[in-house]
């Protein structure tokens, strides 16, 4: 082993407390106050959006008025995502020196794939899948996402111990809110938790260590228990000031109405294919798609593979962004890039381009 980095575990925290101890920490390491390190913390209910994410785009705000769920921004990038104190969420406070790596989707891989190593360690058969998730068997168990302020970089990650998929469903808006009737069995065949995927409740302390273990080899490092200085003390009551207020949360405003929900379906001899989309028409970006059948989910579980290659997609890089991906060699069983892309526009009520041959 080689530098030493320090371990914190903040314990359940209030939403707006934990992100302003993200902002103090990556503070502290960017002005060389502290050394690298490695936070664990856990969060009251809320939903906890992106940090150029919009909270009437991502979220239904009556629901959370409703069951009494905090919305509240994060520092780093990433899709919005529900949480509550039976989840893990582990942060890393950086130097580049660490990393070896200048763009974020490179540094998103490193500690993904190490990340990935932990739930292997706990019976998971688990892998990192751009751009920021962990999957095991084309699910969703885990995601991410990073920030850098100078040479400081704050990548951190929330685990699906044990999910609440009603909540999930009820709190943030997803494609499932053209699917009805097959709303929840869409969801599920997109997403898990530890317990589902592994039949038992995980012990906390052992996915601890097993996280602990996987960025210690990672980066040749070890890491020892530590508290917070007087310095993160003090940066941490300044970053609560700005934060726990409605301007940090709104701080990033759009109508929800440029956020569209819009389905097709494509007849096929093996049983109709839908898709069901979030629009940004604003942006004339797809923020998300799902591919379903009458059923409510595709049996490849490659298709989450396609999904998140579609995430965030401008319109014009649709194209481009399909033929890459069977590219790259996956195969859907019978489904084609063509079939993909006119499925795709035809929501779009775009223009159908030649496909390439």
């Known amino acids: ?26 503070e502290a390491r960017a002005a060389d106050e502290i050394p690298s390190t490695l936070r664990f913390s856990r969060f009251a209910p809320c939903v906890l959006i992106g940090c150029s994410q919009s909270p009437a785009q991502e979220v239904d705000l009556e629901y959370c008025a409703a069951a009494d769920l905090v919305v ?9 995502v529900y949480c509550d104190s039976a989840q893990l969420a582990w942060s890393l406070y950086l130097h580049r020196l660490d990393l070896g790596a200048a763009d974020m989707q490179s540094i998103a891989r490193r500690i993904g794939h190490a990340a990935a190593t932990a739930l292997n360690a706990t019976g998971i058969a688990a892998c990192f899948r751009a751009l920021h998730d962990l999957e095991t068997d084309g699910r969703t168990i885990g995601t991410g996402g990073g920030v850098t302020e100078g040479d400081a970089i704050l990548y951190q990650g929330m685990l699906n111990v044990e999910l609440d998929f009603g909540a999930v469903l009820s709190a943030t ?24 995927a592994l039949g038992k409740t995980v012990d906390a302390g052992i996915l601890r260590e097993c996280l602990i273990a996987a960025f ?20 941490y009551r300044n970053a609560l000031a700005e934060i726990d207020t409605p301007d940090w949360i709104n701080l990033v405003s759009a109508p929800a109405a440029d956020i569209q929900v819009a389905a097709a379906k494509q007849p096929r001899v093996s049983g109709a294919m839908n898709v069901t989309m979030l629009y940004d028409r604003s942006r004339r970006r797809i923020k998300q798609v799902w591919f379903t059948t009458d059923s409510g989910l595709l049996p490849s579980s490659g298709i989450t593979g396609l999904e998140a290659v579609l995430r965030d ?4 890089r649709l194209e481009r962004n399909v033929h890459a991906f069977f590219a790259a060699g996956h195969e859907l069983q019978s489904l084609k890039a063509s079939e993909i892309i006119s499925l795709l526009r035809r929501v779009l009520q775009l223009p159908l ?5």
């Open 72 to 80: 509240q921004r994060r520092l780093s990038s990433g899709d919005a």
């Open 313 to 316: 997609t401008s319109v014009e």
């Open 1 to 26: 082993m080689g530098e030493m980095w320090r371990l914190i575990d903040s314990g359940l925290r209030s939403p707006a407390q934990n992100i302003a101890l993200d902002r103090a920490l990556l």
């Open 173 to 196: 808006r997803t494609p499932a809110l053209g699917l009805g009737d097959h709303a929840m069995s869409a969801a599920r065949s997109r997403m898990t938790d530890l317990k589902s």
């Open 353 to 357: 381009v030649v496909p390439h041959p």
């Open 216 to 235: 210690e080899n990672e980066f040749s490092a070890e890491l020892h228990d530590a508290d917070l200085s007087l310095t993160e003390h003090a940066r």
